[in-house]
């Protein structure tokens, strides 16, 4: 059977294919500057890696120059109002991250005087940071020694040493194969080159393997399986759930509530519903409700079908608070609630 070279021969041949290859993304630092002595922002690193998580590079981009454009440092974040940042993050989606942001960048300026922890024992106390995230931020931020393993690298980790154990029982055996190639110098580089190699090239269907630095040393590729790995157990189906959305207007305002700090979409603004959450409740108020149809969105765990109904509302509500139409703005609901008001605005008031 075909020997994977040396780590350190495999290393330089990565870097130098991200000195050439690297993507320009608004948070990163690229090899060249890093190489001229310029120093990421852990602010920026650690911000982009929580709005990563489960999320594509493309679909984050805006959030960060948003959030950035609003928010420049930690202790600007530190300092917003909770509703501002849920407002912000909006559609992004795992909306505990946007709550666990907040956490972690009051923590850092009351706990750490504005200042990020340099290891990754010391980021991991802070809320929100887990394992890859500390990993991530000491190596961009800090050129620690963390070895940063996400799902990209995990599949080029499973095609170069041809682990056929199946996805997630072998995290642990690619995390650490993946150290075995961790280098000694230019750590913040190599975590972003490993990275970009499985998001540009070692591409989960028809990788490129004629274009990659590593594919004379990919065990895989020499047996022809490179297509087939990383190997996934099946997920089980998604059950469905069914619920209620009532959308009640008057005078242009909207009724809406906050939903709670926890559970699903906690701390977002959303309309009074039911049977869908485990949370359970009855129309806001009595009115002459009428079905306008029905929504469908899908969460991590479960799809869901939710009626709408919409009324006029004349009397004191019994749940949820009127909001202005000058204070809404549609872009500050969670996705499923903004599927909702989009049915629905042509019969709820300009």
């Known amino acids: 059977m075909q020997s994977a070279p040396e780590p350190e021969s495999l290393t330089v041949q990565l870097l130098a294919w991200y000195d050439r290859h690297a993507r320009v993304m608004p948070w990163r630092v690229s090899p060249q500057d890093r190489a001229a002595g310029v120093r990421p922002d852990p602010y920026r690193v650690w911000l982009s890696e929580v709005m990563l ?10 959030y960060f120059h948003r959030f950035t454009a609003r928010w420049p440092t930690v202790a600007a974040l530190a300092m917003a109002p909770d509703a501002d940042v849920m407002g912000e993050w909006a559609g992004l989606g795992y909306y505990a991250r946007a709550r666990n942001l907040l956490k972690c960048a009051r923590s850092v300026v009351a706990d750490h ?8 024992q ?15 931020i000491a190596a961009i931020a800090f050129d620690q020694a963390a070895t940063v393993v996400d799902g990209n690298v ?4 499973s095609r170069m040493f041809r682990v056929e154990t199946p996805l997630p029982a072998a995290k642990a055996e690619l995390t650490a194969r993946a150290e075995t190639l961790t280098p000694t110098q230019r750590l913040g580089d190599y975590a972003q080159a490993v990275m ?13 393997c004629g274009l990659c630095p590593w594919s004379h040393a990919c065990l895989a590729r020499a047996a022809g399986v490179q297509a087939d790995l990383p190997r996934k157990t099946p997920k089980a189906e998604k059950p469905t759930r069914k619920g209620t959305l009532w959308l009640g207007h008057r005078d242009g305002a909207l009724l809406a509530e906050r939903r709670p700090e926890r559970g699903l979409l906690g701390g977002m603004l959303g309309f009074p519903g039911d049977g869908w959450d485990g949370a359970g409740g009855t129309a806001p108020a009595p009115a002459d409700w009428q079905d306008i ?8 765990h479960f799809h869901l079908i939710l009626r709408v109904l919409v009324a006029r509302v004349d009397g004191d509500p019994l749940r949820g608070d009127w909001l202005p139409r000058e ?6 609901l969670p996705t499923v609630m903004r599927k909702a008001y989009d049915l629905a605005q042509d019969r709820v008031g300009n």
Request: overall charge positive.
């Open 327 to 332: 204070a809404f703005r549609p872009a500050d």
């Open 122 to 136: 010391g980021l991991l106390i802070l809320p929100g940071i887990g394992p890859y995230t500390a990993s991530a």
């Open 53 to 62: 998580q489960q999320t594509t590079v493309a679909a984050v981009k805006d």
């Open 293 to 300: 149809g029905e929504v469908r969105h899908t969460f991590t």
């Open 113 to 120: 005087g504005g200042t990020f922890p340099t290891s990754r």
């Open 154 to 157: 995990e599949r080029v980790m």
């Open 196 to 208: 970009d190699l499985g998001a540009t090239i070692c591409i989960p269907r028809n990788p490129a």
